[in-house]
């Protein structure tokens, strides 16, 4: 979702390599301490898990159905609808909507990247979409599909690494740098509410408690058992 403050001009979306040319200095992320804000720590997290789905996602169109194709297409299927449900609906807007015009009031100078962020959250929106209509080609239509999907999760999974990596090591150490304790409280409160249980440190929601017991007990490692 893009914020008024933040969005791309048409020169830029139609020219990411520009986006991260222009960006600004070469940053490090700061590590994780006790002294680390509540939301920054959230963040990171909810980073972290989607890291596992991804990584998880992408080893088992490589591995295939098997012998268990209802069970195989069922955790793909839940694997696609949680990306979507939790951090493209919840995760990014808050990123859109709070973070990143609290970070630009301080360091306009990081409106370049946090452009190319911006129009990724647009891109990844579609992009699991697309995802989701490849995955029932191949389900239903069968294995001339699998290619397709193959490809374009490869594409997705490094898309959103490299978004995440954008973020952890541009934007989120000028937010620690800048940003004071007011307004660490108020972003506390607003990532607090994703309560995203993949994390594994908040209770699952009744009603996608079914959703996430498939993933956790069919999915591979890192994120599942299976």
């Known amino acids: 979702m893009l914020s008024r403050g933040c969005g791309a001009s048409r020169r830029d979306r ?18 994780v301490s006790a002294a680390t804000p509540a939301a920054l720590r959230i963040i ?19 591995r295939g159905p098997g012998d268990d ?14 990306i979507d449900e939790y951090p493209e609906r919840r995760h990014h807007p808050r990123e859109s909507n709070f973070l990143f015009p609290r970070v630009l009031q301080r360091a306009a100078w990081a409106m370049p990247v946090i ?17 989701q209509h490849l995955l029932a080609g191949w389900e239903l239509v069968g294995g001339s599909r699998r290619l397709p999907l193959a490809q374009a999760v490869h594409r997705y999974v490094s898309f959103y690494l490299e978004h995440m990596r ?35 440190l908040h209770p699952r929601e009744p009603v996608y408690d079914r959703l996430f017991t498939q993933i956790v007990m069919r999915a591979p490692a890192p994120i599942g058992l299976g």
Do not use: I
């Not at 222009?22 to 490090?28: A, E, G, K, Y």
């Open 166 to 200: 954008l973020e952890e090591t541009q934007v989120l150490p000028l937010a620690q740098q800048y940003l004071g304790e007011d307004e660490w409280a108020e972003l506390a409160e607003v990532f607090g509410a994703n309560q995203d249980p993949m994390t594994g």
């Open 14 to 31: 139609a020219d990411g390599s520009k986006l991260v040319a222009m960006t600004l200095p070469p940053s490090t992320t700061t590590p």
């Open 115 to 131: 452009s190319r962020l911006e129009q990724d959250h647009v891109h990844g929106e579609r992009d699991v979409r697309e995802l």
């Open 44 to 62: 990171r997290d909810e980073h972290a898990a989607l890291r596992a789905v991804l990584h998880s996602l992408q080893l088992m169109v490589e």
């Open 69 to 82: 194709p209802e069970g195989f297409f069922g955790v793909l299927r839940s694997m696609l609808f949680y």
